[in-house]
């Protein structure tokens, strides 16, 4: 079991930028892919992006592609999302996650360990 926890959300107003931080336990960090999650109030948890176990490879949402991204350290045990360019419509729980899938996919039931999620909120 990893244990997850994420933090660096907040508010910030639109164009701004934040970056999130996922830190996790246990020693196995390096062999799972993560993925990055968003749910709005009345919406369903939405895939942000990706990474692969080593970091060489990322893959993200089209809503997020060239505004966000995704990387890791695994000597820290900690996955990051950079969010620059925000817009009102990223205010969600952001949630990180892992999944033993070598090739990260946009689906949350692929996914197994979960944190307890970082608000964000974007004011116009």
């Known amino acids: 079991q990893v244990r997850l926890v994420e933090s660096g959300g907040g508010l910030v107003q639109a164009g701004g930028s934040l970056r999130l931080s996922c830190a996790a336990s246990g020693r196995t960090f390096s062999t799972y892919a993560m993925g990055w999650f968003r749910q709005a109030p009345g919406k369903e948890r939405e895939f942000v992006g990706a990474?692969?176990?080593?970091?060489?490879?990322?893959y993200y949402a089209d809503s997020v592609k060239g505004r966000f991204t995704i990387s890791r350290d695994n000597a820290k045990n900690t996955v990051y999302l950079q969010m620059n360019s925000l817009k009102p419509e990223d205010t969600a729980v952001y949630y990180c996650a892992t999944t033993y899938r070598t090739i990260p996919t946009a689906r949350p039931g692929d996914y197994a360990n979960w944190g307890q999620g970082t608000q964000v909120t974007v004011s116009s």
């Open positions: 990474i692969t176990m080593s970091g060489a490879n990322t």
